[in-house]
């Protein structure tokens, strides 16, 4: 698995389109990245949706099985998996100057004197409001069309090039600006984490399998109201078990569409 990439369903045919792209150094991609990514993929592909995964992550559902999932249940929504938070938590995030570490490993909430720190306000409080999402979601081509005509967004994004405002906070932001309605706030990437507190989900294997594989061969739409399509975080490559026992039950749910 490439460390993020795109992945996007062609009208009518449900096959899957793989865009590869590399990280910026940073250790977590702004919401302009996320954006330009997106835009280059509409200008060279015809889909439906784009799914945005993270590291480590990998398929529980093929993409023609959760295409016709989202079309049968849910069409045209935006799936965006908002966490809790307070709103002075993410305003805070948005308003606070970040800085990059030396070796660009991560960032750092800069320190000023009380008198000599900067005053950076969200300028565009009043038709924003901050929330923080996970960084998996699924968006249409409406959207992303949106995104790139809108003057609001437009100078939203500009600000998150300059503010290291990260892509869970963005796309999140926007929709709840431009699309209420349309959004479905569900979890369908499986995580696991050791305690509230932890900051990273633990790393999954074979031997927690049973946590997100279903290990059923009724894949019925009724049946998968509260399935993965996703989980994180995993070694798929030096764990193949895990690996054999995922691919088989994908394949058994790509059968039942038949």
């Given at each position: 698995m490439v460390d993020s990439f795109f992945l996007s369903?062609?009208?009518?045919?449900g096959k899957c389109w793989r865009q590869g792209r590399g990280r910026d150094g940073s250790w977590e991609e702004k919401g302009d990245d996320r954006a330009l990514g997106f835009f280059e993929l509409a200008d060279i592909a015809d889909w439906?949706?784009?799914?945005?995964?993270?590291?480590?992550?990998?398929?529980?559902?093929?993409?023609?099985?959760?295409?016709?999932?989202?079309?049968?249940?849910?069409?045209?929504?935006?799936?965006?998996?908002?966490?809790?938070?307070?709103?002075?938590?993410?305003?805070?995030?948005?308003?606070?100057?970040?800085?990059?570490l030396p070796n660009k490993s991560g960032l750092k909430e800069e320190k000023f004197d009380i008198f000599l720190k900067p005053k950076r306000n969200f300028f565009l409080k009043n038709d924003f409001f901050p929330v923080k999402h996970s960084q998996w979601m699924i968006l249409t081509k409406e959207f992303i069309d949106f995104i790139?005509?809108?003057?609001?967004?437009?100078?939203?994004?500009?600000w998150t090039e300059h503010t290291w405002v990260s892509d869970e906070f963005f796309f999140g932001m926007v929709a709840l600006y431009s699309h209420p309605d349309k959004i479905i706030n569900d979890n369908k990437r499986f995580i696991n984490f050791k305690d509230k507190t932890e900051k990273h989900p633990i790393w999954l294997n074979y031997n927690t399998s049973s946590l997100f594989l279903k290990k059923t061969t009724n894949f019925t739409?009724?049946?998968?109201?509260?399935?993965?399509?996703?989980?994180?975080?995993?070694?798929i490559s030096q764990d193949i078990d895990l690996k054999n026992a995922v691919d088989l039950e994908r394949n058994l749910a790509d059968l039942s569409l038949t």
């Open positions: 369903w062609k009208r009518r045919s439906d949706y784009v799914v945005n995964l993270s590291a480590n992550d990998y398929t529980l559902r093929s993409p023609k099985f959760v295409y016709k999932y989202l079309q049968t249940t849910n069409p045209k929504k935006l799936w965006i998996n908002f966490l809790k938070e307070t709103r002075e938590e993410k305003l805070k995030r948005l308003e606070s100057p970040y800085l990059m790139r005509t809108d003057q609001k967004v437009l100078l939203f994004l500009a739409k009724d049946n998968n109201q509260n399935n993965f399509f996703w989980f994180r975080k995993v070694k």
